[in-house]
């Protein structure tokens, strides 16, 4: 196994995942440097939200930023892109190898004769069972939510009701 930084492939996946912050890195990979202001002019969010996106960029270590004066220019790092791109290829490698054992198998069953066929449903005059509808999927289940600290068990931590005391006096409308 290929020791990689799991990490630093955790960082580079996550900045990935957002199509803006790809656009930025296509954007990048057409022109040597860019401004931020450049680099924000095509999305339609405000330069704020777009350096948050070059925050995790950078953090990423995917993009470096230089400041001349006022203006900051960024510039793609491909560096990191081709140690995912290695980390990509070592499972490229092990799906290829899975999917041509499954071609073979596959040719080896054509060859060996026609694929075993299921039987053929009876008509509606000997099976008198109702057509029916395909059900819909279940839900997805949610995940569970995080605990509190304070409560590790996961009980309801809400105030404690008075027995003793009788309600107040209703109020005045």
Same mark, same amino acid.
């Given at each position: 196994?290929?020791?990689? =930084?799991?990490?630093?492939?955790?960082?580079?996946?996550?900045? %990935?995942s957002?199509?803006? @912050?790809?656009? $930025?890195?296509?954007?990048? &990979? +057409?022109?040597p440097?860019?401004?931020?202001?450049?680099?924000?002019?095509?999305?339609?969010?405000? %330069?704020?939200? !777009?350096? =948050?996106?070059?925050? !995790?960029? +950078? $953090?990423?270590?995917?993009?470096?930023?230089? =400041?001349?004066? @006022?203006? $900051?220019?960024?510039?793609?790092?491909?560096?990191?892109?081709?140690?995912?791109?290695?980390?990509?290829?070592?499972?490229? @490698?092990?799906?290829?190898?899975?999917?041509?054992?499954?071609?073979?198998?596959?040719? +080896?069953?054509?060859?060996?004769?026609?694929?075993?066929?299921?039987?053929?449903?009876?008509?509606?005059?000997?099976?008198?069972?109702?057509? !029916?509808?395909?059900?819909?999927?279940?839900?997805?289940?949610?995940?569970?939510?995080?605990?509190s600290p304070?409560?590790?068990?996961?009980?309801?931590?809400? #105030?404690? @009701?008075?027995?003793? &005391?009788?309600?107040?006096?209703?109020? =005045? #409308?």
């Amino acid at each position: 196994m290929v020791n990689y =930084k799991p990490h630093h492939l955790d960082g580079i996946f996550a900045a %990935l995942s957002d199509p803006t @912050r790809r656009a $930025v890195l296509a954007r990048l &990979s +057409e022109a040597p440097e860019l401004s931020v202001t450049a680099l924000a002019a095509p999305f339609a969010m405000s %330069l704020p939200a !777009v350096l =948050k996106h070059l925050d !995790v960029l +950078e $953090v990423a270590d995917l993009i470096r930023r230089r =400041k001349s004066g @006022r203006t $900051v220019s960024c510039r793609l790092n491909a560096a990191p892109l081709q140690e995912a791109q290695r980390w990509l290829a070592h499972y490229e @490698r092990f799906w290829s190898d899975r999917l041509d054992a499954l071609a073979r198998y596959l040719a +080896e069953e054509a060859s060996d004769g026609p694929l075993p066929t299921l039987p053929r449903a009876q008509d509606a005059t000997t099976n008198p069972t109702p057509n !029916v509808e395909p059900q819909p999927c279940p839900p997805t289940l949610k995940p569970p939510r995080a605990q509190s600290p304070a409560s590790p068990s996961g009980a309801s931590s809400g #105030r404690r @009701r008075r027995a003793a &005391s009788a309600p107040g006096p209703a109020r =005045k #409308r």
